[in-house]
């Protein structure tokens, strides 16, 4: 049930932005298929997994079909820390697990980009690894900054602490930092060198066509979903059970597409300039704050 809500919701994203980015540059966005276009995720799924799947003859057979497979499988997997109050599955070591599947992803960039056997997929996935393991450092040490204060892995416990007080009237610029570095983790704009188009043809997807490309596209979209989960869980504080949740959830993935509609893409050597010389001291610096607070107050109840 969940990876079937997660993949309609990833249709309705795909959508949205469609939508959203039209009215950016003033055109309208898909409005053909069903009433105001409702029907075109359908019409585009039906259309890329019914077309004739391309084989580069020069390709590695094996990593070059299963690559796109093993993007959304962890894509999907990394649901499942999601705190749902059903009860139907609830992790104690919630984020270590989240930080797992983030580093996974890289691997289906790399095995994507290398077994195409094209140059323009080697730059691209080479490109995007670099990128994916440098805001990964940044992303963790924000994630320790919160588990200090939590005091456990299990994401449910955000959602007690926040009862009264959300996060981010705390930790507004770290909360900035993450959302920066949740766009360049999930390569969008203005950190799309995996996929800039204008340079690497399509990046590490340039010999994807049919569903292969289908099954990446729906592992990126479906990690701006969760990306988008997870920041208001943590910043925004809130019960899964609850109606506003969602729509906080959907606020920050308009926000995803807000900016690519409005941000032109970064140099290069800026985007890992940002990461080492930025986010890396600021995340730091924070993280050294939260272990004084929390020392502090220990040491004030004993």
């Given at each position: 049930m969940l990876v079937i809500f997660v993949l309609v919701a990833v249709a309705f994203l795909t959508l949205l932005e469609r939508k959203v980015l039209g009215y950016i540059q003033i055109r309208k966005g898909p409005n053909k298929v069903g009433v105001l276009g409702f029907l075109q995720p359908f019409a585009d799924a039906v259309k890329l997994f019914t077309k004739e799947q391309t084989l580069p003859t020069m390709s590695n057979f094996i990593p070059y079909y299963l690559s796109p497979v093993f993007s959304l499988f962890i894509a999907l997997l990394v649901f499942l820390v999601a705190p749902f109050d059903s009860g139907f599955v609830s992790f104690k070591m919630g984020v270590l697990f989240f930080l797992c599947c983030t580093s996974l992803g890289v691997y289906s960039m790399m095995g994507a980009g290398w077994s195409s056997n094209s140059k323009y997929a080697l730059l691209g996935c080479l490109r995007a690894v670099a990128q994916t393991i440098s805001y990964e450092v940044s992303l963790a040490l924000i994630l320790l900054s919160f588990l200090f204060l939590v005091g456990g892995f299990n994401l449910s416990l955000f959602s007690e602490y926040q009862r009264f007080l959300w996060f981010i009237g705390l930790t507004l610029p770290l909360s900035l930092v993450w959302f920066a570095s949740c766009l360049a983790e999930t390569n969008?704009?203005?950190?799309?060198?995996?996929?800039?188009?204008?340079?690497?043809?399509?990046g590490f997807n340039t010999e994807y066509s049919a569903g292969g490309f289908a099954l990446?596209?729906?592992?990126?979209y479906a990690s701006i979903l969760f990306m988008s989960v997870l920041f208001s869980l943590i910043f925004l504080g809130g019960e899964l059970s609850s109606l506003l949740f969602y729509l906080k959830a959907g606020l920050i993935s308009f926000c995803f597409i807000w900016a690519r509609g409005t941000l032109p893409r970064f140099r290069y050597d800026k985007l890992m300039y940002l990461a080492w010389k930025s986010f890396l001291p600021v995340a730091l610096n924070y993280l050294i704050f939260f272990l004084g607070l929390k020392v502090m107050f220990v040491v004030l109840l004993l």
């Open positions: 969008r704009t203005p950190f799309d060198f995996a996929e800039g188009e204008s340079e690497l043809v399509s990446i596209f729906m592992a990126e």
